[in-house]
């Protein structure tokens, strides 16, 4: 379930970009990009095989892609010239209890944590236009379907699964 394309002089592999769909089949996202070519060939292979991607995903009616990199990379530019344009930064966290299986505190009532069902993807959906900023909703999704193909999926496939916290109904 994912289009990976390559660059080879010969038995020699110069680069290698890998995609994946995303929660929809309207968006996927790079999740792999390796240029092994000499300095002078790397942004060239690299941008040509985004561009591959990208020909690929335009076949298959894909509306966006996603390609997320390291503030420090040096992928930076040149992505932005084969079409990519940055439009959030994360920061990311990490529990060790979790993986020490240490408890890591109870919520305070009245709220209920549940699993995600079909009814609150519009309320969800909803609440993500009402919040993020202008350029992030216009990346992700102006639609519900859009938003719903852009998250990031493999959530199910993982045995884990999405939770709605809900106060008061």
């Not at 503030?71 to 040149?78: L, R, V």
Request: proline fraction near 7%; aromatic fraction near 8%.
């Amino acid at each position: 379930h994912r289009y990976t394309v390559l660059c080879l002089k010969g038995q020699t592999m110069r680069g290698l970009a890998s995609a994946k769909k995303r929660a929809g089949r309207t968006a996927w996202e790079v999740d792999y990009l390796s240029v092994t070519a000499p300095p002078e060939q790397r942004e060239a292979i690299g941008q040509e095989l985004l561009n591959q991607i990208s020909k690929e995903a335009i076949k298959k009616g894909v509306e966006r892609i996603f390609l997320r990199l390291p503030e420090e990379s040096p992928w930076m530019e040149p992505v932005q010239r084969v079409g990519f344009r940055p439009y959030a930064k994360e920061r990311l966290y990490r529990l060790d209890a979790v993986r020490e299986h240490q408890p890591t505190g109870r919520s305070q009532g009245p709220y209920l944590l549940r699993p995600q069902g079909r009814a609150d993807y519009q309320p969800l959906f909803q609440l993500f236009s009402s919040i993020v900023p202008e350029g992030v909703k216009t990346a992700e999704g102006l639609t519900l379907r859009q938003g719903r193909d852009s998250r990031e999926g493999g959530w199910e496939g993982l045995g884990k699964r999405q939770l709605v916290c809900e106060k008061d109904g």
